[in-house]
């Protein structure tokens, strides 16, 4: 069964004697593969300065998704050195943070998957199915690569393994978009790219940010969620199914086996920030429903929705955190 999430931004004015009647700001970038959308309402600013802040916002994502995947790339430059590599400081930060998160995942998630990736042909015209054995032999040693951090900003990559870093890079680059526009004093935003979000405050006095989520055609059922500041990822099957000549498979890679994760049909993760949501997103696609559960249950704010189905129907269901944000409607 094929589902589709379809995703509205909800931004409601509100009118109210007393409150702000400041109508949210639109902003669209194009960047490479993605497009940075904005939505934002000034607050005290003004609406002039709030637009030339949302302009900075997309430079400084445009800057970071740069260092990742521009020509200039700093992940080229350590796959290619792997010895004693300096690295912008942002950059060194960044992948402290990672060893930091892809622990925590209980080895569900790698940010040294580039090999397993190429053998499977992902960023190629025609994708296709390895040989078992060298996948596994490559998934083996991307999980025995390590990311030694050095003095001076410095990295090195011990082992065979690559990095890629896939949707972190959009969370990294919409956090530091964000925290451009919080110390430029913008009220509220949602920024959103290539299916990552983070927002704060809210569009009006009343409402909050709202992200609608469709179940399957079959169901008429929608699911609204109306979360806190934060970051959310949200990972569509339909969105990320790669024909591989005999078939359909997804592109979320098993860092256990290399073989692609058997995930839900639609997967929405909510933590503080962008960057840690995009990790904990792609963690507990490959880990499967009960395992999800368990583990997300032992973490303090992480938000999960998620729509499955099995050989009977389609289910959907959160996590305690996050059901305080959903509310169901049926037409």
Same mark, same amino acid.
């Given at each position: ?200 405050? $809210? @569009?009006? #006095?009343?409402?909050?940010?709202? *992200? ?6 079959? &169901?008429?059922?929608?699911? %609204? =969620? $109306? @979360?806190? #500041?934060?970051?959310?990822?949200? *990972? ?6 790669? &024909?591989?000549?005999?078939? %359909? =498979? ?82």
């Amino acid at each position: 069964m094929t589902a589709r999430i379809i995703i509205v931004i909800i931004s409601v004015l509100s009118f109210l004697c007393g409150c702000s009647t400041d109508k949210p700001q639109s902003y669209k970038y194009n960047e490479a593969n993605y497009t940075l959308e904005i939505q934002a309402v000034a607050g005290d600013i003004g609406r002039k300065k709030c637009s030339s802040l949302m302009k900075d916002a997309a430079k400084v994502f445009s800057d970071r998704l740069d260092l990742i995947r521009g020509e200039n790339s700093v992940v080229d430059k350590l796959n290619s050195q792997r010895d004693s590599v300096e690295i912008p400081p942002e950059f060194y930060s960044l992948l402290s943070r990672i060893d930091t998160l892809s622990k925590s995942t209980g080895d569900t998630w790698s940010a040294c998957l580039g090999e397993v990736r190429k053998l499977w042909g992902f960023n190629s015209s025609k994708p296709s199915r390895p040989d078992p054995d060298i996948i596994s032999q490559q998934a083996r040693a991307a999980s025995l690569t390590e990311i030694v951090l050095l003095e001076g900003n410095r990295v090195s990559l011990l082992g065979e393994g690559s990095l890629y870093l896939r949707s972190v890079s959009i969370g990294w680059a919409l956090d530091a978009a964000a925290q451009v526009m919080i110390d430029g004093d913008v009220e509220a935003a949602m920024l959103e790219a290539g299916g990552v979000y983070r927002s704060w405050g $809210s @569009p009006s #006095a009343k409402d909050k940010w709202i *992200i609608t989520v469709k179940a399957p055609s079959s &169901d008429s059922t929608e699911y %609204k =969620i $109306s @979360p806190d #500041a934060g970051g959310m990822c949200l *990972i569509n099957l339909s969105d990320i199914e790669v &024909d591989i000549g005999d078939g %359909k =498979i997804n592109d979320i890679i098993d860092p256990l086996d290399g073989e692609p994760a058997e995930g839900m049909i639609n997967l929405i993760v909510w933590t503080p920030d962008a960057m840690q949501t995009c990790i904990f997103a792609e963690a507990t696609f490959v880990m499967g429903r009960g395992c999800m559960l368990n583990w997300i249950e032992g973490i303090d704010s992480v938000g999960v929705f998620f729509i499955w189905s099995d050989d009977i129907d389609t289910y959907a269901e959160s996590n305690t955190f996050m059901e305080k944000w959903i509310s169901i409607f049926v037409p």
